[in-house]
Each structure stands twice: as C-alpha cells, then as structure tokens.
C-alpha cells in the first residue's frame, strides 16, 4: 500500500461497530478500496464485471451475509476456530483511510470493566457473568446500555488478561462470545 494513511479494513471494524452501523456509513459515506496497485481509491458503487469485489454493493452483500451469521450462528465448529483467513477475506480491501472513517469519530459508551471472578467457571457461564456485571455496572453510572459488540470486547479483554480457555485451549474472539455466549435469548434480549 503506498498511501502513508493508515488503512481501516471493514473486516476490522464487524466486532467493533453494529453491522446495521457500517452498512450505513457505506451507504451516507461511501467507501473505499486497495486497487491492483496498493492505492487507496474511492470505490464504485457497483461492480464493472461479474468477480468485483471491490464496490460498496459487494460490502453491503458480505455485511448482510456476517449479520445474518451473527443472528443464526453455526453449531461451534473447532475446526473453523483453528485457521485465521482473515487475509482471504475481500473486506480487507474495503474501508476506509483513519483519518476518513466515519466510525471512528462516534464515542463509544463508557462502559465499566469488570470485576474478577470465579476463573474455574465454564467460559460461556463466566462471559455472561462479566457482560452482566458491566451492563448493571454501567447502568448503575447513569450510562447508556452500550451495544453487545461492546460486552463482547469486555469479556475478551477479561479472557486475554486472565487466560481464559475453552475446552481447545483457545482463547474465545469477540465473535465466538458473541454467538456462542451472550447473542439474543442467551444473554443480550431485553438489555436494549
């Protein structure tokens, strides 16, 4: 990439920020992409042959494909959690510059960390301990409910800081705690 901008790949941004969040700055905003020769260029809005993935039209496709995902998870496939194919994901082509990303500049609720806790508990169990404890903590403080992205990163940095494992020994991403913890009936329905 030649540009000296730091670049902010969407597939950065869908643990971070509500999916519904980045399909509409795409579409107030636009987007942008890395072309053929590592240039950050405004991206078009739809493709100009059939293998394109560089539009705003095929982000906002992709977006609703990993919200739909989000909202009806896959059994846990230990399998899928071993291999990082990040860098084959097309989103990492798609975003913004830092100093353009329309996300960056919405504050993020002040939600409050954590105390410790019983580590020997089943990390599903324990992950939805933490986000409670944030959500009533945060509540208690007079903030805003926060988004489940939010619990999500606490729990993780929790996990991180005191190395919690699941039954692999790995260390749960936001994504997994989101879908295997604390999504919908499990944790999050009514905390809006």
Request: include cysteine; proline fraction near 6%.
């Amino acid at each position: 990439m030649t540009n000296k901008a730091k670049w902010i790949p969407i597939l950065s941004l869908v643990d971070e920020f509500e999916i519904g969040e980045i399909a509409t700055a795409i579409e107030k905003n636009g987007i942008y992409c890395i072309d053929g020769f590592g240039r950050i260029v405004k991206a078009a809005n739809k493709p100009t042959h059939e293998k394109d993935c560089r539009t705003s039209e095929y982000a906002l496709r992709r977006l609703e494909g990993i919200y739909y995902d989000q909202m009806n998870p896959e059994p846990y496939d230990p399998l899928y959690d071993q291999f990082d194919r990040s860098d084959e994901d097309p989103l990492i082509f798609l975003g913004w510059p830092e100093n353009d990303c329309p996300l960056l500049n919405q504050s993020m609720p002040n939600i409050a960390k954590a105390p410790k806790y019983d580590l020997s508990k089943d990390w599903k169990d324990l992950a939805v301990e933490i986000a409670e404890n944030a959500y009533q903590s945060n509540k208690a403080n007079g903030g805003l409910s926060g988004k489940l992205t939010d619990y999500c990163k606490i729990v993780h940095e929790e996990f991180v800081t005191h190395n919690v494992k699941t039954s692999l020994g790995k260390t749960p991403t936001t994504g997994y705690i989101q879908r295997d913890a604390l999504r919908g009936s499990l944790w999050w329905s009514g905390k809006k």
